[in-house]
T-cell receptor, first 111, second 113 residues
């Protein structure tokens, strides 16, 4: 089993749609959780950190369920510019130095 | 401008010819890390450094070396490259460990023939 698993995708959605991505992680000692965005083999960039209480940034909402070891990202009112690969990122256990990336979920938003 | 730079951006080389990919950051970050990205596998951590002269293995360290003699630089060394090291490589830095946002360089596309 992979340490971080994401929906395989791709997701093809029309503009304005709501789309949700899921991610599970295997190491219960993990402390930090993130969603990064990557455009077409360019460098990943932080989209949002994920907190236990959940957090929202405009059209984006991230949730963490520690009991189920599950992270989600919700994108509302999708824009063409949201088309990208979304990477679930988890730090590996205690110490906070090792990082595990999910394989990513590709999103295509169409007009 | 705060940034992470990598050089070269593209490199085609032959098996066994030693090479170094440089990485530099201007944000005074303590933590730096190298990743490789392969289709279907996502980014995998090669090595990381918590501070000057402190480095440790990630998940795929075989065939790579690193050094951290200065805070700003973290070169990746391939002593004897092989075709299975053909990949897209990213360097990243963060303030202190992977619990903080990591800033990535633009990537180095390496082909080993």
């Amino acid at each position: 089993r992979k340490e971080v698993e994401q929906d395989p995708g791709p997701f093809n959605v029309p503009e304005g749609a709501t789309v949700a991505f899921n991610c599970t992680y295997s190491n219960s000692a993990s402390q930090s959780f993130f969603w990064y965005r990557q455009d077409c083999r360019k460098e990943p960039k932080l989209l949002m950190s994920v907190y236990s209480s959940g957090n929202e940034d405009g059209r984006f909402t991230a949730q963490l369920n520690r009991a189920s070891q599950y992270i989600s990202l919700l994108i509302r009112d999708s824009k063409l510019s949201d088309s990208a690969t979304y990477l679930c990122v988890v730090n590996k256990g205690t110490g906070g130095f090792k990082t595990i990336f999910g394989a990513g979920t590709r999103l295509f938003v169409k007009a | 401008e705060a940034q992470v730079t990598q050089n070269p951006r593209y490199l085609i080389t032959v098996t066994g010819k030693k090479l170094t990919v440089t990485c530099s950051q201007n944000m005074n970050h303590e933590y730096m890390s190298w990743y490789r990205q392969d289709p279907g596998l996502g980014l995998r951590q090669i090595y990381y450094s918590m501070n000057v002269e402190v480095t440790d293995k990630g998940d795929v360290p075989e065939g790579y070396k690193v050094s951290r003699k200065e805070k700003r630089n973290f070169p990746l060394i391939l002593e004897s490259p092989s075709p299975n090291q053909t990949s897209l490589y990213f360097c990243a830095s963060s303030l202190q460990g992977s619990i903080y946002e990591q800033y990535f360089g633009p990537g180095t596309r390496l082909t080993v023939t």
